[in-house]
């Protein structure tokens, strides 16, 4: 019996750490042989690029160090399958190299995206009698998915925030003029990650001061408002907005490059500046935006320890259900309690996860709009604790490098 | 007797850590007994806003989260001295804050801006017959101070970039689809913090394929075809570029604030963007920038501990060279060799280092001005060596809040 595996969508810190949960399972299991890594998602699956991971991943040491590596070790894709009906060809091919290759399961490591595929390729082999098994695996650092409690990669994001947002804390209170700093936080149309700054309360952090996510109503005027209220109070006034916030302003878009995704999805960046300029205008104080970018999904040197535990478990747990013959599901986490932190990993049917997003819930934001309440920080904690290991060399982490072929 | 210790200009990871060092020999000194620190670099001095440091750093857990916290602890300024022959009055404030206090001896922690004012201070002391001995401890991320090898803060902020790049190189070349990487980096009008992202060489990294600092000829024309001729060879092309770099065209204002500081340095952030756009529109494919903004200069988290060590030994020789008599003089580090690397810390005339500029060295720029060579190599090596243990509390570091008062 045969394996494959793919990652998609955006990176994270965390996708190779459940690529190592899936290999390390398969060779537990006796009657797998090989395993394949599709090379760039289903794009691999589709062209026939396949690598035979046991020749690249040979050592345990191989493993830890894929483990702590950001991103996607076998490359990733946008591409959306088109409906099978309509367009079977590029079905016909994926089903080619599924059979060429003897493999029985292919487990996907994705985001919400990423579950469209599971879903409709699951359903074309289930309709064309084949019993070869798609498996889905979660991952995105925006934490936008349903049905789980979070997504392997969004605790390493809200560390390396937390941490990061704490330091511009630091750095932004030096000066005794007044001033304004606007930190804009990835996440899209959902503010979780945005929203995890609050952690900072736990060290006694009062700052951010003000927390936009887009679940919230924003308006320019109100945010001037908000903003010269806490200039009344701090001197350093700390602000984190999640790019995904609407703001209904022509301005906007000359911060924005204005591209899309083949799945529609706006490059979101823009509102740091955007804001920048309207505290310049309307306030005139001294005012910096800073983009986190994409920093937080690949700072894997301050990723959660929880969190990569969690990713390696849950792909590992991905290839078992399939060996059970489970096919269309995805993984993901339940949560038992906050405190001690307990999760179980269980399976759910992969359309009830793709093309959804999962938004950031409206109690836990203040009225205003302008905050997170305290009721959020027992669901963020556990997400970020503990610190990896991290093998470092010349004072620089060491990577596992992609093999040469790839590049 | 009595000293004080002030922090000024830009934030780093590394000068809590001097003023832990000062703090720390200050403690030694049988003859020492007060220590103040000036709030807010020289202003505090200007308007006798001092705190009694051992009564805020009270034990030796709070010199070691002091040394692990970002940014400066008493704050900083840009507040440059005027002329005392002309206008003598802000030198009578500082002098009667010295007598009221019985101060003798005062250490000013900053870059080239504050080594002006250690200059006029002390001259100003001398001339008036008082025997308050003035010593200036350097620091800055820009490496840009003439005489000393190195400068505290550069290797910590050295570690960031090489780290940050290298993880931002795994994000970038996941996509099947060709794409360029453009990271923005700090430095001023000097190339060290940008062209420290040559250090990746030594982890078998080939990026960042392209780098530009200030002290080469800049030419859009000839960044595009630099451009074109990477993506022949490489699929996902990283560029590191100095906030520095002059570009002599009207759209990058379109993407700086325009604001000065009152050195009248400009701010200098935007080409970035700036060249992210020219790649959309000359070249048209996927492109990024990336501006590693303040984090490059509070990232203690992942600081060298070459640089904290340093930072606090020259802190502690400072207050020695004070002790000894010497006024208006610059601590700095004399390179013994580099492996084993080793250092001594020396002084110069401050007036040798005051509102100068060390450029990187031309012969580490290769002759097309778009890379830096593998001599600089073993520069850089030594100074981001080591990492420190962060205390660590709730899953983030834990930092030395400064004293309410202070807010």
């Not at 490359?75 to 309509?86: F, I, M, N, V």
């Not at 292919?106 to 990423?114: E, R």
């Not at 630091?170 to 304004?180: E, G, L, N």
Request: proline share 4%; glycine share 8%.
């Amino acid at each position: 019996m045969n394996i494959a595996i793919a990652q998609s969508g955006g990176p994270t810190c965390a996708i190779n750490a459940s690529l190592v949960g899936v290999f390390r399972q398969g060779l537990l299991t006796e009657k797998i042989d090989a395993i394949f890594g599709s090379v760039n998602g289903i794009e691999g699956m589709i062209g026939d690029e396949l690598i035979n991971l046991k020749s690249i991943l040979r050592t345990n040491e191989d493993l830890e160090l894929l483990r702590q590596t950001p991103s996607t070790m076998l490359g990733s894709c946008r591409y959306k399958l088109p409906d099978a009906e309509t367009d079977p060809t590029v079905y016909e091919k994926i089903l080619h190299t599924l059979q060429t290759h003897r493999i029985d399961i292919m487990i996907y490591i994705g985001g919400n995206d990423s579950m469209d595929t599971v879903v409709k390729l699951s359903s074309y082999l289930k309709k064309n009698g084949s019993d070869i098994r798609v498996i889905g695996v979660p991952k995105t650092i925006d934490n936008d998915l349903p049905i789980t409690d979070h997504t392997p990669g969004f605790g390493s994001a809200a560390k390396y925030v937390a941490v990061t947002v704490q330091e511009i804390i630091r750095d932004s209170s030096v000066y005794s003029i007044p001033s304004v700093t606007i930190i804009e936080i990835m996440g899209r149309h959902s503010g979780w990650l945005t929203a995890s700054s609050c952690l900072l309360r736990v060290n006694d952090e009062e700052a951010p001061h003000l927390i936009y996510l887009p679940e919230a109503d924003f308006s320019a005027e109100r945010f001037i408002e908000d903003v010269r209220r806490e200039m009344a109070k701090h001197k350093a006034v700390v602000v984190a907005v999640s790019e995904g916030v609407s703001v209904d302003a022509e301005g906007l878009e000359a911060f924005q490059s204005g591209a899309t995704d083949v799945f529609g999805h706006k490059y979101l960046s823009g509102i740091g500046k955007y804001l920048e300029r309207l505290v310049v205008d309307k306030i005139g104080c001294k005012v910096r935006s800073v983009e986190l970018n994409v920093m937080q999904r690949c700072s894997t040197h301050i990723c959660s320890k929880t969190d990569l535990d969690e990713a390696e478990e849950i792909g590992q747990a991905g290839l078992r259900a399939a060996l059970d013959g489970h096919t269309g599901m995805m993984m993901y986490f339940r949560r038992v309690s906050n405190a001690p932190y307990a999760v179980t990993i269980e399976m759910t049917d992969a359309g009830n996860v793709a093309n959804m997003e999962k938004k950031f819930p409206s109690e836990w934001i203040t009225p205003d709009g302008n905050q997170v309440t305290d009721a959020a920080i027992p669901y963020f904690i556990p997400l970020i604790q503990g610190e990896v290991d991290i093998c470092m060399k010349n004072g620089l982490p060491v990577h596992f490098q992609r093999p040469l072929q790839m590049h």
